[in-house]
């Protein structure tokens, strides 16, 4: 298993561009993922999704969006992007929300908008 | 409510033990517990459920506090490969996990 899969892996945008960022997990979970982590800070949840065709917000969802057609792919979207989303992105999985199942987590995609 | 992480960071020399405390002011569900190293992803340590359940991984170890909804993470006889980010990641019924700031570790020889 490749488990959960990011790319690009880094990105240099310029502001008021946008681009997709993307997710594939091969774990067969239903429960996917989008963090944001500053530097040396921890993680935020930017948004979530519980199944195929299911996405809710997290804490910071403004200026992303995403989508969910298949199990396996959760993109991220960012429109207009500005300095302040400058930052690593997380995509992680897990098979259930809550203990004892835990959050599996890509490789990451570091992203800077000039 | 983000949980607060206590060092924020630490520098112990290899075989020297150290105490990371993550605290929330809300009733959790359970604390789970994350290493990162530099450039790299979070890596899954332990899940600890109510109930003052205590777990281990290699010589790290963890307990669950539920009357002060507090966990600690204990680092034993500590590695070089300790070093890192430690997080803790705090669940509260029916939500999602809120990470902590972090508490960096630095195992020195």
């Known amino acids: 298993n490749a488990g959960v899969t990011q790319t690009p892996k880094f990105r240099i945008l310029k502001i008021g561009q946008s681009m997709t960022l993307q997710c594939t997990q091969d774990m067969n979970h239903n429960y996917m993922y989008w963090y944001r982590q500053d530097p040396g800070m921890g993680l935020k949840l930017i948004y979530y999704s519980v199944g195929a065709g299911i996405t809710d917000k997290g804490e910071v969802p403004n200026g992303y969006n995403v989508s969910r057609s298949t199990t396996e792919d959760f993109p991220l979207r960012l429109e207009l992007a500005a300095p302040s989303q400058t930052s690593v992105y997380f995509c992680?999985?897990?098979?259930?929300?809550?203990?004892?199942?835990?959050?599996?987590f890509g490789p990451g995609t570091r992203l800077t908008v000039t | 409510q983000q949980p607060v992480q206590s060092p924020q960071a630490v520098i112990l020399r290899e075989g020297e033990d150290a105490v990371i405390n993550c605290s929330s002011s809300?009733?959790?569900?359970?604390v789970h517990w994350y290493r990162q190293k530099h450039g790299e992803a979070p890596v899954f340590l332990m899940i600890?459920?109510?109930?003052?359940e205590q777990k281990g991984h290699e010589k790290i170890s963890a307990s669950f506090n539920e009357k002060k909804q507090q966990s600690s993470l204990y680092l034993t006889a500590s590695q070089l490969s300790y070093s890192g980010t430690y997080f803790c990641g705090t669940q509260r019924p029916g939500n999602k996990l809120t990470f902590g700031g972090g508490t960096r570790v630095l195992v020195k020889p």
């Open positions: 809300k009733a959790l569900y359970s």
């Open positions: 992680a999985s897990s098979y259930a929300p809550l203990a004892p199942y835990e959050q599996y």
């Open positions: 600890l459920l109510k109930g003052g």
